[in-house]
């Protein structure tokens, strides 16, 4: 992990959209939600550069978009 300004700036948001998706996974006892919430909070200590964090993040909110209109 960097400690230049943007990086810092994009895990935090990152790491903020996985909080919100963790608690109401945990809330609404949704698996989908707390999975991919909590590895939006843990990949951005992993991932050094801004694009690839936000790709994968990205990724990830895709992934759990098609999980949820798929039925789970």
């Not at 109401?24 to 991932?47: D, E, I, N, S, T």
């Amino acid at each position: 992990m960097e400690l230049d300004a943007g990086s810092l700036v994009a895990s935090m948001v990152v790491s903020s959209v996985g909080f919100v998706l963790l608690a109401y996974g945990r809330k609404m006892a949704r698996l989908p939600h707390v999975a991919v919430g909590a590895v939006l909070l843990v990949f951005p200590y992993f991932v050094a550069s801004i694009f690839a964090m936000l790709a994968i993040a990205l990724a990830l909110c895709l992934v759990l978009w098609f999980a949820v209109h798929s039925g789970y």
